[in-house]
C-alpha cells in the first residue's frame, strides 16, 4: 500500500475535464513539492508536472497541478483518447528519507 | 538531449545478486546538475524508488533497500551501475535508470526500462 493515495480509476468522455487526487502527510505532501507522471501503456513513465504546477517543455497547458495542506491535485482538460494511461504523483518524505509515489491511477477515455 | 539506456541480465535466480548497468548519452554524467537514479516497477503495479547516487559517489538509498543495496557511478564510461543482493520474486520488476535534477525530488529522464525477472 502506498504512502500517497490516489483513486484507482477515473474516467471522462472526449474533450471534458478530469481531476486526479493525491493524498498524503505533513511528513511528505505537507512539507515538499509535488511531482506528477503520466505513462503509457508499455512505456517509460513521462514527466508531466513538477513542484506542484509547473510543465516541462513540451507540456501542453491542458495539464496543470495544485497542492493544497497534504493533497495534490492533476488536472487534464479537454481530454484526448491519447491522455489513457496511468498517472502518478510524487514527492520526498522526510520520516521514509525516500521518494515515494501514489499507487497510480488509471484514465479511461470513454 | 540526455538519453539513457539501462542493460543487464533479464533473468536472475533466487539470492544471487541483481546487477543493471545505466549508459548515459548526450550529456556528461560528471555535470554535477543531476543526481542518477533507479526506479523500479513491479508488474501491474506501481513505481518505487531504489535510489540516487551523485557524481562524487555519495550515495541515498530506499531504506527497505538499503541493507541489499549498492549504486555505483563510472564517470570513465558515462554509465551508473545497480547491484541488488539476495534477490527474492519480489524484486522482479521492469528497472528503470532517470535523472532528477539537484534542486528537485522528480525525475524528467527517464531510460526505457528493463525487465528483470528472479526465478529459479
Known amino acids: 500500500q502506498s504512502v500517497l493515495t490516489q483513486p484507482p480509476s477515473v474516467s471522462a468522455a472526449p474533450g471534458q475535464k478530469v481531476t486526479i487526487s493525491c493524498s498524503g502527510s505533513?511528513?511528505?505532501?505537507?512539507?515538499?513539492?509535488v511531482s506528477w507522471y503520466q505513462q503509457l501503456p508499455g512505456t517509460a513513465p513521462k514527466l508531466l508536472l513538477y513542484?506542484?504546477?509547473k510543465r516541462p517543455s513540451g507540456i501542453p497547458d491542458r495539464f496543470s497541478g495544485s497542492k493544497s495542506g497534504t493533497s495534490a491535485t492533476l488536472g487534464i482538460t479537454g481530454l484526448q483518447t491519447g491522455d489513457e494511461a496511468d498517472y502518478y504523483c510524487?514527492?520526498?518524505?522526510?520520516?521514509?528519507?525516500?521518494?515515494?509515489f501514489g499507487g497510480g491511477t488509471k484514465l479511461t477515455v470513454l | 538531449q540526455v538519453q539513457l539506456q539501462e542493460s543487464g541480465p533479464g533473468l536472475v535466480k533466487p539470492s544471487q545478486t541483481l546487477s543493471l548497468t545505466c549508459t548515459v548519452s548526450?550529456?556528461?554524467?560528471?555535470?554535477?546538475?543531476?543526481?542518477w537514479s533507479w526506479i523500479r516497477q513491479p508488474a501491474g503495479k506501481g513505481l518505487e524508488w531504489i535510489g540516487r547516487i551523485y557524481t562524487s559517489g555519495i550515495t541515498d538509498y530506499n531504506p527497505s533497500l538499503k541493507s541489499r543495496l549498492t549504486i555505483s557511478v563510472d564517470t570513465s564510461k558515462n554509465q551508473f551501475s545497480l547491484r541488488l543482493s539476495s534477490v527474492t520474486a519480489a524484486d522482479t520488476a521492469v528497472y528503470y535508470c532517470a535523472l532528477q535534477p539537484i534542486r528537485g525530488y522528480y525525475f524528467d529522464y527517464w531510460g526505457q526500462g528493463t525487465l528483470v525477472t528472479v526465478s529459479s
Open positions: 510524487g514527492t520526498w518524505d522526510s520520516s521514509l528519507t525516500a521518494v515515494i
Open positions: 548526450g550529456g556528461s554524467i560528471s555535470s554535477g546538475n543531476y543526481y
Open positions: 505533513s511528513s511528505n505532501i505537507g512539507n515538499n513539492y
Open positions: 513542484d506542484n504546477n
